[in-house]
T-cell receptor, first 113, second 113 residues
């Protein structure tokens, strides 16, 4: 089975801190994605990557950056955490550009205080 | 850009049939997916439609009409465990020629005895 693992289930950080959310997939998938999920807003795409060292902005990239140095790992970085970034963060991966099924991690519930 | 509309909540009786509708807007349409998410869980893939018509997988079916930019998820013989949120997601082409998947805001299905 495909496994997408997010490093933390729950995180509490202070305003202004630099925050790293890590995601690792074990099935050699090319595509990786970061979403945030908020009540009533669904899943909103922050950044995605179709290859190592490649990244593209999603719909809400402001305040975030990403890093993909290795194929299996996709990191989301909050440069200076703010309270409006309190949310559930979901990482996902899919096999290739033409592949239709995305596999999600269990999510990281981030609270910024 | 890409956008989707689906009802926010649906209630149905155990054993009945329920249809969850989704309308979308995108350029360079590739397909429409459906995901299920139980409270506290990760979204899991249910189905994908690239061509018009009905795709059946057990109790779940998904329909697509590309000319109407419309699809639906049909759940038959509802069970209590089907209580969850259901997301439609459209795959299309965005600026730069990249394929991107955008999720709807989700439909919370409550199955009652």
């Amino acid at each position: 089975d495909v496994k997408v693992t997010q490093s933390s289930r729950y995180l509490v950080k202070r305003t202004g801190e630099k925050v790293f959310l890590e995601c690792v997939q074990d099935m050699d998938h090319e595509n990786m994605f970061w979403y945030r999920q908020d009540p009533g807003l669904g899943l909103r795409l922050i950044y995605f990557s179709y290859d190592v060292k490649m990244k593209e902005k999603g719909d809400i990239p402001e305040g975030y950056s990403v890093s993909r140095e290795k194929k299996e790992r996709f990191s989301l970085i909050l440069e200076s955490a703010s309270t409006n970034q309190t949310s559930m963060y979901l990482c996902a991966s899919s096999l290739s550009v033409g592949n239709t099924e995305a596999f999600f991690g269990q999510g990281t519930r981030l609270t910024v205080v | 850009g890409q956008s989707l509309e689906q009802p926010s909540e649906v209630t149905a009786v155990e054993g009945a049939i329920v249809q969850i509708n989704c309308t979308y807007q995108t350029s360079g349409f590739y397909g429409l997916s459906w995901y299920q998410q139980h409270d506290g869980g990760a979204p899991t893939f249910l189905s994908y439609n690239a061509l018009d018509g009905l795709e059946e997988t057990g109790r779940f079916s998904s329909f697509l009409s590309r000319s109407d930019s419309y699809g639906y998820l049909l759940l038959q013989e509802l069970q209590m465990k089907d209580s969850a949120s259901y997301f439609c997601a459209v795959r299309g082409v965005v600026d730069g020629g990249y394929q991107k998947v955008t999720f709807g805001t989700g439909t919370k299905l409550q199955v009652i005895p």
